[in-house]
């Protein structure tokens, strides 16, 4: 009798320790959605109304990230795609214009540059970025709770001076400097905003990362020797090639300056025998050129570039390779 209830027991057992182990390793909605770059289903209100997004949003390095096209759409914005150079372009129900380029730090926000701390990239044709860089920029407060997987984004109207509501009253009320209700809205003094004025409150947190400018100068320039060195590369390669002379001119080695490093040494040849000057960038070039000047780097590190099958020797030889695109070896 002991024999068989222990029998029985065992088999009782067996099923229940499976169905605690399935427990352990079947995560609740909240833990699945903290997976590294996946899908995840979650409840998108707008202004108070659920939303029903176009696309799935993402969940990456724990923060969850959205189509921006898609939301900017539910927002009433416009927004316009080009596939040659994988950048979106939204012009917002606010009046800002917003340019977005995959795998490129920097966004264009009404013509001045920030870096954003999270890369945008694209999945599936789409351009993520983070629920809160969604919301700012399109002049928005969110809310996000990790349990329940809501995020709730609401429009932020702009607030209109009056004679006694002014940039003080404003600033107060919105929690904002001054100085930076006139530089989200353009303003350069506090004299330009008269009574009647509409002013954007939500200052987008990218303010505080301005990007390093670049000139035409420069641009134009890296870009002609890009197409001498790479022009019948790809894109990936050109990219290379322009981080190159980047990365050389943040390194205390080299001269600090696009212009000097393309000058001097002679890694460069078609910068001494003429090629240089008579050199047309193509449309990938320019795209490179400018990603690169606006922090896309796929080489980092690198500061030499060559092409095994004709530069030879022991210093090239001796240097290690990061990665090779194409027909170049980029090293350090």
């Known amino acids: ?3 068989l209830y222990s029998s029985i027991r065992s088999r009782l057992l067996i099923p229940l320790v499976a169905i605690l182990m399935l427990a352990s390793v079947v995560p609740s909605a909240a833990a699945a959605a903290k997976a590294d770059d996946a899908a995840v289903d979650v409840t998108i209100m707008i202004d108070g109304e659920k939303a ?14 959205l189509p921006i096209a898609s939301v900017a759409t539910l927002l009433k914005a416009k927004t316009k795609w080009d596939a040659a150079n994988e950048a979106v372009t939204i012009q917002s129900v606010r009046g800002d214009k917003i340019v977005l380029s995959n795998g490129v730090p920097v966004v264009y926000f009404n013509d001045n540059r920030y870096v954003m701390d999270t890369v945008p990239f694209l999945d599936d044709g789409r351009m993520y970025i983070p629920l809160r860089a969604v919301a700012e920029l399109l002049h928005a407060n969110v809310k996000w709770d990790m349990e329940t997987l809501v995020a709730e984004i609401t429009q932020v109207e702009p607030a209109v001076i009056t004679a006694e ?11 904002v400097s001054q100085d930076a209700l006139l530089k989200r809205n353009g303003l350069k003094t506090a004299a330009e905003a008269k009574e009647g004025t509409e002013l954007r409150v939500v200052i987008p947190s990218i303010f505080d990362n301005e990007a390093e400018p670049f000139t035409k100068e420069d641009y134009a320039l890296l870009a002609k020797l ?10 990936e390669g050109q990219l290379a090639v322009a981080n190159v002379v980047l990365n050389r001119v943040n390194d205390p080695r080299f001269p600090k300056s696009i212009k000097d490093v393309i000058y001097s040494g002679k890694q460069f040849p078609a910068a001494h025998n003429g090629l ?9 070039v ?7 000047l606006n ?9 030499y570039f060559y092409d095994p099958r004709v530069t030879k020797g022991s210093f090239w030889s001796g240097l290690d390779t990061i990665v090779t695109i194409g027909t170049h070896r980029f090293a350090k």
């Open 1 to 3: 009798m002991l024999r």
């Open 52 to 65: 029903k997004l176009a696309d799935p949003a993402r969940m990456k390095d724990n923060r969850l990230l």
């Open 165 to 175: 509501y002014g940039l003080a009253e404003i600033g107060e009320q919105f929690s």
């Open 226 to 235: 890009v197409q001498v060195e790479s022009g019948y590369e790809p894109y």
């Open 276 to 284: 240089l000057q008579k050199s047309v960038p193509n449309a990938s």
């Open 286 to 292: 320019l795209r490179a050129t400018k990603d690169a």
């Open 295 to 303: 922090g896309r780097n796929n080489v980092k590190n690198a500061v």
